[in-house]
């Protein structure tokens, strides 16, 4: 039996510092001796750790050295982490990000991409379109059933159950990316351009806060159907590959449809009641859709103002933009803390957004930054007796 933590010696064929901890799992420690087949368990308290959500420049910063601020951040958070009370997952955005990384004195994408495991302890959230997808379905069927507009906002869409557990000694890490990375590179690029080149364009327009909010969810619900019709028409065609590169959105009307064709509802009739799920308030209080198009908003609303007259300076403020949106939108309403650069913590504060107070979730950045070691100080003075037991015995 392999020994993780050797704790003394064995209390059944006295093998000299030969018994130990093997591994923790769950809520429970495994113990056994390197001599003899003797094993034990050991039950730990239940916990529930904070979730606290590391934007991409966070982790870019600290992992090129470069700001003590931010060594000192991860350094902090890791530390909290291993003391069982907080965990900061990695996402599959931060994937996405990672991978467009050109590299930076002597470190590459990889080197970066094993720092952010490495500090997410190799805990991960679901994929974006996972969470996407599962927010709403959900709001479908509560539509349906004719339930309340107001979203019921479930952490297991996002997290793992098992994410609130002891920590064991090892993680295993299994290599999953199949992106074309320099496709997506480019995209990047050139959506941020052609966001900036509207700015002109939106400075001269008359539509109230509450217009561009409605049509934000339209052309958000327009997307969903124009990219299932475009699916169907390929399979029409007889084009098969449709099943396998088709966007993933255009699979979320087709599971919508097979749940009224499921009900004896027609075609047409299901077509017109996924319609109607698209203009009720069942679609615009998702949670993933709420925060985006409120975002896009406010983000309209400051250009508006006068913001981001400089072109070029604008393209540079907000070329993570689309990838900071996909950040906070998916996953903010599931975390107690967030930490954003300072041009996305003035959109979420901005009052239509209201991230902070909506989702209960503190938003940290530069502005603050005092503020994110107090609270993290706080986690470890709040922490219980029994938790401490725990520790011991998990890590001794």
């Known amino acids: 039996m392999l020994v993780s933590r050797i704790i003394g010696d064995c209390p059944k064929c006295g093998g000299i510092q030969k018994y130990g901890n093997v591994s923790v799992i769950g809520n429970e420690i495994l113990r056994g001796c390197l001599s003899c087949n003797y094993r034990k368990s050991v039950w730990l308290p239940e916990i529930r750790k904070k979730i606290i959500y590391l934007d991409q420049f966070f982790f870019s910063s600290a992992f090129r050295d470069q700001d003590e601020r931010f060594v000192q951040a991860a350094e902090k958070i890791r530390y909290i982490s291993d003391l069982q009370l907080l965990v900061a997952p990695f996402s599959s955005v931060h994937e996405d990000e990672t991978h467009q990384w050109r590299g930076f004195d002597g470190k590459n994408k990889d080197d970066l991409m094993e720092f952010i495991k490495a500090t997410s302890r190799g805990h991960e959230f679901e994929p974006a379109y996972g969470v996407e997808r599962k927010q709403i379905i959900r709001a479908f069927k509560a539509f349906l059933n004719r339930e309340t507009e107001a979203f019921q906002l479930l952490e297991r869409d996002a997290v793992d159950k098992r994410i609130h557990e002891w920590d064991n000694y090892i993680r295993i890490d299994v290599a999953h990316y199949f992106k074309d990375t320099e496709l997506i590179r480019a995209l990047k690029k050139s959506s941020i351009e052609s966001l900036v080149d509207i700015f002109p364009e939106w400075r001269q327009s008359t539509n109230s806060y509450d217009?561009?909010?409605?049509?934000?969810?339209?052309?958000?619900?327009?997307?969903?159907?124009?990219?299932?019709?475009?699916?169907?028409?390929?399979?029409?065609?007889?084009?098969?590959?449709?099943?396998?590169?088709?966007?993933?959105i255009s699979r979320v009307v087709e599971s919508m449809l097979h749940r009224l064709l499921n009900d004896d509802v027609s075609a047409d009739d299901g077509l017109k009641i996924v319609g109607d799920f698209f203009r009720s308030a069942h679609f615009t209080e998702i949670p993933y859709q709420s925060l985006r198009a409120r975002i896009y908003v406010a983000l309209k609303d400051m250009v508006k103002r006068g913001a981001y007259q400089n072109r070029f300076?604008?393209?540079?403020?907000?070329?993570?933009?689309?990838?900071?949106?996909?950040?906070?939108?998916?996953?903010?309403?599931?975390?107690?803390?967030?930490?954003?650069?300072?041009?996305?913590?003035?959109?979420?504060?901005?009052?239509?957004?209201?991230?902070?107070?909506?989702?209960?979730?503190?938003?940290?950045?530069?502005?603050?930054?005092?503020?994110?070691?107090?609270?993290?100080?706080?986690?470890?003075?709040?922490?219980?007796?029994?938790?401490?037991?725990?520790?011991?015995?998990?890590?001794?």
């Open 211 to 248: 217009q561009d909010l409605a049509l934000e969810f339209y052309q958000a619900a327009k997307t969903y159907i124009d990219s299932y019709i475009e699916y169907m028409v390929r399979i029409a065609k007889g084009d098969n590959k449709a099943l396998l590169d088709a966007p993933i």
């Open 313 to 396: 300076k604008a393209i540079q403020r907000l070329g993570g933009f689309f990838q900071d949106v996909d950040h906070i939108n998916t996953y903010a309403p599931y975390c107690d803390a967030f930490v954003m650069d300072q041009a996305m913590t003035a959109l979420v504060s901005d009052r239509h957004v209201d991230l902070e107070n909506k989702y209960s979730v503190k938003i940290f950045s530069i502005n603050n930054w005092d503020e994110l070691f107090t609270w993290l100080d706080g986690l470890e003075a709040e922490m219980s007796l029994e938790h401490r037991v725990g520790l011991s015995e998990a890590y001794p």
